[in-house]
């Protein structure tokens, strides 16, 4: 998903003139409901993007509410969106865990005209409306060539991801292109951690403690990199490996500040939620006829088809000014 940056700014546009109407007469009802639906709720990385959908909600004055399993659980996720459709819901965003499990669903909830957004993790051969998320290559890319930089051009890297999610595969794709440029990078190990956070630890414990070749390890998700944290601290060799982190779990961003994680490549799933939640409101209030289709190859589209909420490194250099941002947003969302 290369989308060209000026493609999306005028996409994004007609969205953009209602987020600005807010002084208007609030034309939703009080018991619309908008529902979030994830794979791993407890995260930080969605209660961040909880807090985005409350602000949304509170400046429509609506309902809003996140449902999921608090573990990684692909078939939960399944059940809640099934009990969120039988709610009747105004809209549902949806990270979809794993796009063969949930776009049955999507497309069934499309053709009850129950309007569905995918967030974070698209579903691109369902019927959903449009993706709002990161650009995961780009993100990939980022990340690899900041690994690059910090390994000099040479090394050995282990990855932990997730490979039958659509945006890791991505994300993997875009740091494979970035040592491309640098042959004496290889990585010598990809780890499905399956959702467990305990397999990253184990993994690197091993290969810490068996003195391995292993000069940076790097994480497509969130839960993986504090462990990889934990276990480098626990054997005093911070500064030893590159670690490039993904999101901004607390636990990543304490082992940031205390130099054993080099950097974390940031989405903004406040953005995402807060943006989706958006886009559902005003697609309740005005629900294109028919509400689906292919609208990939139509010329007269009423949404984009993606729209890319950017991604940055965090590393100690703006961690102070992202912890204020983040602090502000999140107490302004009554989290």
Same mark, same amino acid.
């Given at each position: 998903m290369r989308t060209a940056n000026w493609a999306l700014i005028a996409a994004g546009l007609p969205a953009a003139f209602f987020l600005m109407t807010g002084c208007m007469t609030n034309p939703h009802a009080p018991n619309e409901k908008y529902v979030l639906i994830a794979a791993n709720t407890k995260v930080p990385y969605w209660q961040n993007a909880l807090a985005g959908l409350n602000h949304a909600a509170s400046e429509m004055k609506?309902?809003? $509410?996140?449902?999921?399993?608090?573990?990684?659980?692909?078939?939960? $996720?399944?059940?809640?969106?099934?009990?969120?459709?039988?709610?009747?819901?105004?809209?549902?965003?949806?990270?979809?865990?794993?796009?063969?499990?949930?776009?049955?669903?999507?497309?069934?909830?499309?053709?009850?005209? *129950?309007?569905? *957004?995918?967030? /974070?993790?698209?579903?691109? /051969?369902?019927?959903?409306?449009?993706?709002?998320?990161?650009? &995961?290559?780009?993100?990939?890319?980022?990340?690899?060539?900041?690994?690059?930089?910090?390994?000099?051009?040479?090394? &050995?890297? +282990?990855?932990?991801?997730?490979? &039958?999610? #659509?945006?890791?595969?991505?994300?993997?794709?875009?740091?494979?292109?970035?040592?491309?440029?640098?042959?004496? *990078?290889?990585?010598?190990?990809?780890?499905?951690?399956?959702?467990?956070?305990?397999?990253?630890? /184990?993994?690197?414990?091993?290969?810490?403690?068996?003195?391995?070749?292993? /000069?940076?390890?790097?994480?497509? $998700?969130?839960?993986?990199?504090?462990? +990889? #944290?934990?276990?480098?601290?626990?054997?005093?060799?911070?500064?030893?490996?590159?670690?490039?982190?993904?999101?901004?779990?607390?636990?990543?961003?304490?082992?940031?500040q205390k130099g054993v994680v080099s950097a974390s490549i940031a989405q903004k799933p406040f953005t995402m939620a807060y943006y989706g939640a958006k886009v559902l409101g005003d697609l309740h209030l005005h629900p294109p006829t028919p509400l689906s289709g292919n609208w990939n190859d139509n010329p007269t589209a009423p949404l984009p088809t993606f729209v890319d909420t950017g991604t940055f490194i965090l590393d100690k250099g703006n961690i102070g000014s992202f912890l204020q941002a983040n602090k502000l947003a999140t107490s302004s969302s009554g989290q």
């Open positions: 609506v309902k809003a $509410e996140m449902v999921g399993p608090d573990t990684y659980d692909t078939k939960a $996720e399944h059940d809640e969106f099934q009990r969120a459709v039988a709610q009747k819901p105004a809209g549902i965003l949806i990270s979809a865990a794993d796009p063969s499990v949930m776009t049955p669903d999507i497309n069934a909830a499309v053709a009850q005209n *129950i309007p569905v *957004i995918t967030i /974070d993790a698209d579903a691109p /051969d369902s019927k959903r409306l449009v993706f709002i998320g990161t650009d &995961n290559y780009n993100a990939g890319e980022l990340g690899g060539h900041l690994t690059s930089k910090l390994l000099n051009g040479k090394g &050995n890297v +282990v990855i932990f991801t997730m490979p &039958n999610q #659509g945006n890791l595969k991505d994300r993997l794709r875009g740091y494979q292109s970035a040592f491309t440029e640098h042959p004496d *990078i290889k990585i010598s190990q990809i780890v499905d951690i399956h959702g467990d956070p305990t397999v990253a630890f /184990d993994t690197t414990k091993n290969l810490v403690s068996t003195k391995a070749k292993v /000069d940076a390890f790097v994480c497509l $998700e969130a839960i993986a990199c504090p462990e +990889v #944290g934990e276990v480098i601290n626990r054997e005093n060799l911070g500064g030893k490996y590159v670690v490039v982190a993904m999101d901004t779990d607390q636990r990543t961003i304490d082992w940031i």
